[in-house]
């Protein structure tokens, strides 16, 4: 069956870097698009970004543009997230999800890591 693992979470200053991987298992990685989502307790899931199956084409929200960079490498079936300039705001568990580019079906998802952006 599917497996995502998420990993690289934790503790970082604001201003800070952090790498989020997610290890995939059960399904042919490469065939997939992917997604990265976080969510707060008592909110919803807030989509975070997304790439293609071939890694050519990424999509950001707004609140990470230019500071979150997602990635894949089908050979080593991972998925990544470098978060650069971490914020605040940025703190949530992170997920990476299995779906098709641009769905909002957040269900096919890992057990996530938590991100904890203070001083």
């Known amino acids: 069956q599917v497996q995502l693992v998420e990993s690289g979470g934790g503790l970082v200053q604001p201003g800070g870097t952090l790498r989020l991987s997610c290890e995939a298992s059960g399904f042919i990685f490469g065939d997939s698009s992917m997604t990265w989502v976080r969510q707060v307790p008592g909110k919803e899931f807030e989509w975070v970004a997304r790439i293609t199956h071939g890694g050519q084409i990424t999509g950001y929200a707004d609140s990470v543009k230019g500071r979150f960079t997602i990635s894949r490498d089908n050979f080593k079936n991972t998925l990544y997230l470098q978060m650069n300039n971490l914020k605040p705001e940025d703190t949530a568990a992170y997920f990476c999800?299995?779906?098709?580019?641009?769905?909002?079906?957040?269900?096919?998802r890992g057990p996530g890591t938590q991100v904890t952006v203070s001083s």
């Open positions: 999800v299995k779906s098709s580019y641009g769905s909002t079906d957040y269900t096919v």
